[in-house]
Nanobody
Framework: QVQLVESGGGLVQAGGSLRLSCAAS????????MGWYRQAPGKQRDLVAA???????TYADSVKGRFTISRDNAKNTAHLQMDSLKPEDTAIYYC???????????????WGQGTQVTVSS
């Protein structure tokens, strides 16, 4: 059974930084692309960043140059370093296995609890 647990969110002022973590179990982590997604109130859940099993990264235009996705295969963990945060980054952030052949859409149907990121102006 796949389990994904997000952590690291919080309240931060605009311009600040946060580092999110995603601990995965029940999968061969190193074989899978991983993605970070976010959902703001009243909006759909969108891809923020993804990283393939080989380490190739992709980012939403809105976060390019500010966010960095990484992975630690030895610890079955993916990270999202978020710098220069803006109020519009406020959302619940989720991780999931991503399908690189289909726009890094999420693979696992059930989501974890996510981690709340709130950026104050």
């Amino acid at each position: 059974q796949v389990q994904l647990v997000e952590s690291g969110g919080g309240l931060v002022q605009a311009g600040g930084s946060l580092r999110l973590s995603c601990a995965a179990s029940g999968i061969i982590f190193s074989f899978n692309a991983m993605g970070w997604y976010r959902q703001a109130p009243g909006k759909q859940r969108d891809l923020v960043a993804a990283i393939t099993s080989g380490g190739t990264t992709t980012y939403a235009d809105s976060v390019k140059g500010r966010f960095t996705i990484s992975r630690d295969n030895a610890k079955n963990t993916a990270h999202l370093q978020m710098d220069s945060l803006k109020p519009e980054d406020t959302a619940i952030y989720y991780c999931n296995i991503a399908d690189p052949g289909h726009g890094f859409r999420p693979v696992v149907g059930s989501w974890g609890q996510g981690t709340q990121v709130t950026v104050s102006s």
